[in-house]
């Protein structure tokens, strides 16, 4: 997915996170594409990409997205990681039981 390169974030975190958040199924095809089961408003992908960019990719300190995710080997938490400022702060990992509230397309 080039968005997820332009994010400098690993597809299979990415699509995790939004087929979790969307609260349905799917797969990376062989050219790394999304496939997501059901009907989506366009609206709703850009919603759950935000929140995806503010938790784990956008430095709460400077704003930047310069930034890297990295599992601490002690502790087994995920950190964010500004190259810029320095800054560094755990992130929530994905859960599969929350959903957000997107409204499916009924045609």
């Known amino acids: 997915m080039d968005l997820c390169k332009a994010m400098n974030r690993n597809n299979e975190h990415v699509s995790a996170f939004l087929l979790s958040e969307l609260g349905t199924s799917g797969s990376l ?21 935000r929140r995806y960019v503010n938790e784990y990719v956008l430095c709460p300190g400077c704003k930047s997205v310069d930034t890297l995710l990295d599992r601490d080997a002690a502790t087994r938490l995920m950190y964010l990681r500004c190259q810029q400022c320095g800054a560094s702060r755990s992130v929530t990992t994905i859960k599969s039981g929350f959903v957000a509230r997107v409204t499916k397309r009924t045609h």
């Open 29 to 49: 095809d062989g050219q790394q594409r999304l496939v997501v089961k059901g009907r989506f408003l366009p609206k709703s992908f850009e919603t759950v990409l």
